[in-house]
């Protein structure tokens, strides 16, 4: 298992984010989080990558504590958040050379990793534009590019494709599936997109109220939901009495604009 909580719990003052949640995540595997907009996704997302300290529980990705050892942590995965993440006044060779620098990649091998990300986004032909020229999805694979640099053996994903048109999903889709299948890396992602989920995911784990509500493959949660004819969204509103919505309060609101927005 290379991502495992134990009773892992996220307080602000009276407020419970995380309700003790206990997670195991395979190497190799698709892990898609999801649930309403304050139901501790982000919360568990930022101690997993140690963005946070946990108020109580146990919590490890590839051996380290994120408690104890959160630079071992940092190490060892990869993190592209929701907000756009790349300097678009710096080209995406520039990007990339900041973050090879970052997580000190050695002189000598710092052209080759890029020259292999750049390839492996399909990004050889725009690596030297300033990134403030390139459409949202190009945007999203060099920022997957930055994240991949170090060879990281954990993936963290929140809301990968808010903003992004059906296109540029579908091939940022196919870069994290050849990223799973050739590097064996370990994928967690968030998403407010159930089709997402059950196009990319192994497993589901579906929060609800800070707590991990029901984990299971895409399948095993439709057939609970009610059989055959039941989809992902039938199983969301099975598991926590709502309708998944991509709206939220005004912050969340304003934030998927804003990304949406420098997504172009």
């Known amino acids: 298992m290379l991502i495992q909580t134990s009773s892992l719990r996220r307080c602000f003052g009276d407020l419970v984010a995380v309700r003790d949640v206990s ?8 892990f898609g989080l999801v649930g309403p907009n304050g139901a501790g996704k982000s919360t568990l997302v930022k101690m997993l990558t140690t963005l946070l300290p946990p108020t109580g529980g ?17 190490r060892a995965i990869g993190y592209v958040p929701q907000l756009v ?7 995406g060779y520039e990007n990339l050379l900041v973050f090879a620098k970052l997580y ?18 399909e990004l050889q032909e725009a690596k030297d534009r300033l990134v403030r020229t390139y459409s949202g999805g190009m ?12 060879r990281p053996r954990a993936l963290f994903l929140d809301e990968p494709t808010v903003g992004l048109d059906p296109l540029a999903r579908q091939s940022l889709w196919r870069h994290i599936r050849s990223l799973v299948q050739q590097q064996r890396m370990t994928v967690l992602m968030t998403t407010h997109f159930m089709d997402e989920a059950g196009a990319l995911c192994d497993r589901v ?13 895409p399948a095993e949660l439709k057939a609970s939901a009610g059989g055959d004819d039941a989809t992902l969204d039938d199983a969301f509103a099975f598991y926590t009495g709502n309708r998944l919505e991509v709206g939220g309060d005004y912050r969340d609101v304003a934030r998927t604009r ?4 420098r997504l172009g």
């Open 85 to 91: 993440s790349a300097d678009g006044a710096l080209t």
């Open 205 to 217: 784990g579906i929060m609800n109220r800070g707590e991990l509500v029901v984990v299971g493959t």
């Open 104 to 121: 000190n990649i050695p002189r000598a091998a710092r052209k080759t990793r890029i020259a292999e990300a750049t390839a492996f986004v």
């Open 58 to 74: 146990k919590a490890s990705v590839a051996g380290c504590d994120v408690a104890a050892n959160p630079a071992g942590v940092r």
């Open 139 to 150: 945007i999203r694979r060099l920022e997957l590019a930055m994240a991949m640099l170090h």
């Open 23 to 30: 997670l195991s995540i395979r190497t190799g595997e698709v």
């Open 258 to 261: 804003r990304t949406a927005a």
